[in-house]
């Protein structure tokens, strides 16, 4: 479905099990199958157990799903208490450069913390440090617009080195987010529900192609729809590229963690 001529990677994906209702997948074998069906060449993958059960356990997880796929790239979930909940800064470091993690997962609401700069400052002073992405649902159906997108301006501001991928982006932050990409560009949007009618089109003539990226959202949403709206989507081949792959290879690259020494090294 993907056709030859764009390579995509997926920022947005998961797999696990889920408590509530049948998806139509849960294991890496599966999602291979998926990705090979719509031509998906890469994801960027956490496992369910670090949102909505134990974050040890689910990243522990992730890096085991994929570690014989080389087509998929964990990603763990982090929250602003480094020392209690990974060890120590050093620990938390160590296990992401051993295990070659490219980007973070947030989920501030489901996990209760907030975004604001009191509660999340460490955090976001290592993630300063190593350039790493890091990836936040806005979940904005939950009533949370105004001091959600407040919130993630501060931090922007803040740490500009940490490109922030604001996920699940729908038509109604548009007045929002034009604002937001004038002001940090460090701030970034996925594919997966950004439906707008021609807004696609629209942020990259108004920011170029640079701050999108494609998502999916699955095994939630069928990829093919994400997969479609870039093939179709009228702006150049070179547009479409920048958004199926280009962006989040950049700014994967741009990461420092290799760079360090951390506790398992000294």
């Not at 570690?67 to 929250?79: E, F």
């Not at 547009?239 to 290879?249: E, F, G, H, L, P």
Request: hydrophobic residues 40%.
């Amino acid at each position: 479905m993907g056709g030859d001529f764009l390579r995509f990677i997926d920022v947005n994906c998961m797999i696990g099990e889920w408590g509530f209702g049948n998806l139509y997948f849960k294991t890496a074998e599966q999602l291979i199958d998926k990705m090979d069906m719509l031509g998906i060449d890469k994801a960027l993958v956490f496992d369910s157990k670090s949102w909505l059960c134990d974050i040890e356990t689910g990243n522990k997880a992730i890096v085991q799903s994929v570690k014989h796929y080389d087509r998929l790239l964990p990603v763990i979930t982090l929250t602003p208490l480094i020392e209690q909940e990974f060890g120590s800064k050093g620990k938390l470091l160590d296990f992401m450069k051993k295990n070659n993690i490219k980007a973070v997962r947030l989920f501030p609401f489901d996990q209760n913390y907030t975004l604001y700069l009191w509660n999340v400052k460490k955090l976001f002073q290592m993630l300063n440090e190593i350039k790493i992405s890091v990836l936040i649902e806005c979940r904005e159906m939950r009533g949370t617009i105004n001091p959600w997108f407040n919130q993630i301006y501060e931090i922007a501001k803040e740490f500009p080195n940490v490109p922030i991928i604001l996920l699940t982006i729908g038509y109604r932050s548009l007045r929002i987010l034009y604002e937001l990409f004038e002001e940090c560009m460090n701030i970034f949007i996925d594919t997966s529900t950004f439906i707008t009618y021609h807004g696609l089109e629209e942020v990259v003539k108004l920011y170029g192609s640079e701050r999108i990226l494609f998502g999916t959202r699955m095994p939630f949403i069928e990829g093919g729809v994400s997969v479609g709206r870039i093939i179709y989507a009228d702006i150049s081949q070179e547009d479409k590229d920048n958004i199926a792959q280009r962006n989040i290879i950049r700014l994967m690259e741009n990461c420092t963690l290799n760079n360090i020494t951390t506790e398992g090294e000294v």
